[in-house]
């Protein structure tokens, strides 16, 4: 719990149970892990189309959906052309 204090006032990159990419600035999390995202996107992975960024805001993700946190390089994220990366979506987790 103690190493997501790290992460505060930092682009991350959160991959959620039901398959969801969430990237955005990491406002604040608590004692269960929750976490709440700062001018956040979704990015929508297609086999067919480049990614699709959907803009969230603010957005509060449950800590029991986050399967993974992760920080962004900024430069690295921006060199990026999301409209020619071709990726089949993250399949939802079924326990």
């Known amino acids: 719990m103690s190493s997501l204090q790290g992460y505060v006032d930092r682009p991350v990159l959160l991959v959620l149970q039901d398959g969801r990419a969430i990237v955005g600035t990491m406002a604040g999390f608590d004692q269960k892990s929750n976490v709440v995202l700062s001018d956040s996107k979704e990015r929508v992975y297609s086999a067919d189309e480049g990614v699709e960024e959907i803009p969230l805001g603010l957005y509060l993700v449950k800590g029991d959906q986050i399967v993974l946190i992760g920080e962004l390089d900024e430069e690295k994220d921006r060199s990026v052309d999301l409209s020619t990366i071709r990726a ?8």
């Open 88 to 95: 089949d979506p993250i399949p939802p987790i079924h326990y």
